[in-house]
Each structure stands twice: as C-alpha cells, then as structure tokens.
C-alpha cells in the first residue's frame, strides 16, 4: 500500500486503511476496500484530511509502519479525553475518571516499547482538525514518550533518588501531556486557539492556561503529570510561563524556571508540544515534519529547548518519515523507504508511478492520453527502476510533499 497526500489524490484510487473524519476522529467515513470518486475526493480535502493509505503493487514493506493497536490505543486516548472533557463545564470536574488515563497510557507506553518502529509513529497518527485540543493532547503524549524512549540514561541521571524502573517509566509524562492543554477550555474563544511565536508569547489570560489547567486537574493526577500541566511553557533559557510566585517579605526577583529548574518531563512536552504546533497551520493544513523541524532550528525558538532532549527529539522525528510520498525536483514521485540519519533531508526513496495505484477495473481512468505519451512516460520511469540514495545523488533532492513546496527548509 502507499500513502498519499490528499492533494495527489485521484479517482480509482482504492483505499488500503479506512478514513476518519477529521472533525471527529472516532469516527469512520470510509471503509477499507472503497473506490475514490471524485465527489468524495473533494469532500475529504474540504475536510482538511491530511493524508490516505491507497493499495499500491510492490509496496508491502510498508505494511509494517502501520500498528494497528497503537493507532487504537491513540484513539482510545482521544475518545475518553474528548468524552470527560468536552462538557466539562457542564458536569463538572468531579466526574472525570484520571486513573483510565493512566491505566491508558501506561498500556500506550507498553506498546510503543514493543513497537518495531518507533519513528514510523506520525505516519500512523490520527488526523483531525488543528485546533483540537483534544487531538493535540492525544499527538503530544504519543509523540512526548517517543523521546523519552530515547532518553532512558539522562532520565536516570536526573532523578537520581529514583529506582532505575521508576524513573524511565514515562506513564506520568504521558499523562500530563494528555492533559496539558485542558485549561484552554475555560479560556474565551477568540483567544483559545493562539499560536505562540517567538516574538509573541501570547496576553496573559492566554497564558494562564497552564494554571487553570493545573487547578482543574492537581486533586485527581500524580503531581508530576500536574507539574507538566502547570510548566510545560517554561523555556530552557528562562524565557517561559508561569512566573514564579514571590515568597512573602522575599527580596528574590519573581522569574520563570530554567534550565534544570524545570523537571524533566516538562522539558520533554516543551519539544513535543512545540513541534506539534508547528505542524498545525492556521489554515487548518498540516505541514510535513520538515518544515516543523526547520522552525524549531531557528535561534529564536532553539534557545528554549533542553538541547540534550532536542537531539534524542530529532533522532525519533524523521523530516521524512519512512512511507511519505515525496515528489523529487526532476517531477518523479517516490515513496522514502529509509532514513538517512546523517542527512535527514536525503533519505533512500523509491520512485513509483502514482498511476498503479489505480484500480484495474476502474472506469475513470483517463483515455485522453496517447500511446506515445504512455510509452514516453515509461522510458523515463521504468518499472523496475532501483531505489535513489538520495545522500549519493547531489543532483537530486526532495522537492515537494504534498502541495507543499520544502525546497526552502532542506537547508
């Protein structure tokens, strides 16, 4: 099977994984097994569904990036989050059940421990809408313990009065992710969904989400899934929210925490959070990792992160993740098969050509073309073309993903 970007999606095109809804992600729109047309085609880029997985011939390899109980156990996460939540004003903080969430996601953390791929995690992630606060806390927690994975001597090094299996157990990290966005609730709409920048950290009713959030959860949680609710804006270079407050007749300035002031978790969903937002446009798109990426290098923002967590961060987060379809800048498309962990932006790909991923007995494939333009196309793109080292060939590079022109963030 292949995955295509929504954009490069076509008519006759058969879907190899079912398709949710953005605006709801719990639910199903269509089923394994169905036949694009083009209505439908345009209702889910309406939509702003990011991506499809579609049958492809020679592809089965990527077979194995999917984990179907990870993506179930996301959505599981999402479902209950989304449920206790939604109406939260209306019912009350007393009914929210947090022991499911940590029973959750510990059973989350297990599965990403057998994953076989890890790094394959955005490319079975959910899809919804960016301003989902519920989705968003769902990818952060999935994505947050991703680089804990990673981090298991530096988790130990930092809490030293912690038994070794207690201290790399990021269950409480996940939850404190799930939820870390939760205060936003009781947050007026017109400034609900900010996006923070470097120049503009947002008014400070907007900031006080992290302790709104902290208050309406610190009596159900472990408190260090509560302290990455309350401080997982602060910056490793002091430059975070919330300040801390003043002791009473103190002489000491009232300052954000920095650098290992702040607990390491909360270090850990800084970057986490961070990435994910930087993926979630305003328009309602969602960018490729690289572009992410290339936001995150910037001075402005690289200061703020913990740059031994930054570098296990780049290490899990591919810019081009095994199973994305790319388009090369001499007009070839190709799936990448391997990452290239000197340089990221030169995986190993594979060219394909979009068109074997039509159904055979489908109808609305185009007869407009002509037996020449068929033969011409073969010759530049034979079917048993080899795999492109994208490291060896400098006259090559990755062009597009999607819509999205990336030749701009390669560098």
Known sequence: MLRVPIEQ????????????????????????????DEDHIKRLRLLHAYSIWVLYPGLDFLDELLDPELLRKQQGLYKSLKEQFADVQEQG??????????????????????????SSLFVTELQGESDDIFLHGTTVASLAMLIGL???????????????????????????????????????????????????????????????????IRSGLDPIAGQVVLNHHQHFDG????????????????????????????????????????????????????????????????????????????????????????????????????VNEVEPCRPIVRPIDPEKAMN?????????????ESNAKTDTAPDDIADINLASRRDLYIARVGDFDVTSYLH
């Open 9 to 36: 999606a076509s008519a006759g095109m058969v879907l190899a994984r079912s398709v949710a809804d953005p605006k709801k992600p719990e639910h199903i729109l269509l089923k394994a097994g169905f036949e694009l």
């Open 93 to 118: 903080l007393t009914k929210i059940d947090y022991n499911s969430y940590t029973s959750q996601m510990s059973s989350l953390f297990r599965q990403l421990l057998q994953a076989k791929n890890p």
């Open 150 to 216: 990673r981090l298991e001597a530096y988790l130990v090094r930092t809490r030293p009065n912690l038994p070794t299996s207690v201290a790399s157990d990021l269950t409480q990290l996940g939850v404190g992710c799930l939820l870390h966005d939760m205060g936003k609730l009781n947050l007026p709409d017109e400034i609900k969904n900010f996006h923070i920048t470097a120049q503009n950290m947002g008014e400070p009713l907007w900031q006080q989400h992290t302790e709104i959030g902290f208050e309406m």
């Open 239 to 338: 430059s975070g929210f919330p300040i801390r407050k003043a002791i009473p007749g103190s002489d000491e300035p009232v300052l954000p925490l920095e650098g290992e002031e702040i607990h390491i978790f909360c270090r850990i969903a800084c970057i986490a959070d961070r990435f994910d937002g930087f993926r979630h446009l305003p328009d309602g798109r969602i960018a490729p990792n690289i572009v992410a990426l290339k936001r995150m290098k910037n001075p402005g923002y690289s200061k703020w992160f913990d740059p031994i967590i930054y570098e296990a961060f780049t290490a899990a987060m591919p810019a081009f993740a095994p199973g994305e379809q790319i388009v090369l800048n001499n007009g070839q498309t190709a799936v990448v098969t391997e």
């Open 360 to 372: 055979p007995d489908s109808k609305i494939k185009s007869d407009a073309k002509s037996d020449a």
